[in-house]
C-alpha cells in the first residue's frame, strides 16, 4: 500500500536558521504530492504541492521538489519565522484507482527568538 | 469566499451514543472528504464523496457512515461510540474527486468520548 515517511519531531530552530523536514513516499505509478501546515487547534491548511517529477512547489518561502528517482518530497525554507512554528504534514494523492490521500504522522517544528 | 465549515465545533458524547457531524465545502466544490486525526497524528481517510456518490472508503467499522446532499454539503455518522472515537474530525473539499486536486481542509469538529 501507500505510506509517507516523515522525519520525527521536534525540529528545534532559532529565527533566521534554514529549514529541512524530510518527507519520503511509497507508491505505485507517479502521485501527487503535497506539504500541508497545522496551526494550534486549527484544520490543515495547504502549503505547497506538485504533481509531477522535478516539479517544485514554493509558497510564503517554503519549498519542496519532487524527486522521482529519490521518491522524496523535503520541505525547506531558507529563513525560519517564530510564526512559521506548527506541524507539517506530507502527504500524498495516488494517480488513478481509488484517490485515496496518505498522510505522513506529521513534524512539529519549534521556532525560538 | 467562505472556506469549508463545520459543525459542531466541539462535541461530548458518551459510549454507545450516535453523533452526526455536518461540513459545507467552498462554493463550487463537489468533493468532499472525511478524516479521522488523533492527537500527535497525521489525518486518516475515512470517506470520500463527489457528485454525491461514495469515491472512496478508508479502514474504518461500518459504524461509520457518510452522505453527500445535492448541495454538496455533506454529513459523517458514527453510531455505538467508542471511547476510541475521541479525535478530531475534518472535513475537506476539493474540485474534484482527482489526485491533481489540493483540498481544503475545515477546522474540524473535537468529539470526545466519555
Known amino acids: 500500500g501507500n505510506s509517507v515517511t516523515q522525519m520525527e519531531g521536534p525540529v528545534t530552530l532559532s529565527e533566521e536558521a534554514f529549514l529541512t523536514i524530510n518527507c519520503t513516499y511509497t507508491a505505485t505509478g507517479y502521485p501527487s504530492l503535497f506539504w500541508y501546515v497545522q496551526y494550534p487547534g486549527e484544520g490543515l491548511q495547504l502549503l505547497l504541492k506538485?504533481?509531477?517529477?522535478?516539479d517544485k512547489g514554493s509558497n510564503k518561502g517554503f519549498e519542496a521538489t519532487y524527486r522521482k528517482e529519490t521518491t522524496s518530497f523535503h520541505l525547506e525554507k531558507g529563513s525560519v519565522q517564530v510564526s512559521d512554528s506548527a506541524v507539517y504534514f506530507c502527504a500524498l494523492i495516488p494517480r488513478g484507482g481509488s484517490y485515496i490521500p496518505t498522510f505522513g504522522r506529521g513534524t512539529s517544528l519549534i521556532v525560538h527568538p | 469566499d467562505a472556506g469549508v465549515t463545520q459543525s459542531p465545533t466541539h462535541l461530548i458524547k458518551t459510549r454507545g451514543q450516535q453523533v452526526t457531524l455536518r461540513c459545507s465545502p467552498i462554493?463550487?466544490?463537489?468533493?468532499v472528504s472525511w478524516y479521522q486525526q488523533v492527537l500527535g497524528q497525521g489525518p486518516q481517510f475515512i470517506f470520500q464523496y463527489y457528485e454525491k456518490e461514495e469515491r472512496g472508503r478508508g479502514n474504518f467499522p461500518d459504524r461509520f457512515s457518510a452522505r453527500q446532499f445535492p448541495n454538496y454539503s455533506s454529513e459523517l455518522n458514527v453510531n455505538a461510540l467508542l471511547l476510541g472515537d475521541s479525535a478530531l474530525y475534518l472535513c475537506a473539499s476539493s474540485l474534484d474527486a482527482r489526485s491533481s486536486y489540493e483540498q481544503y481542509f475545515g477546522p474540524g469538529t473535537r468529539l470526545t468520548v466519555t
Open positions: 462554493s463550487g466544490h463537489k468533493s
Open positions: 506538485a504533481t509531477k517529477a522535478d
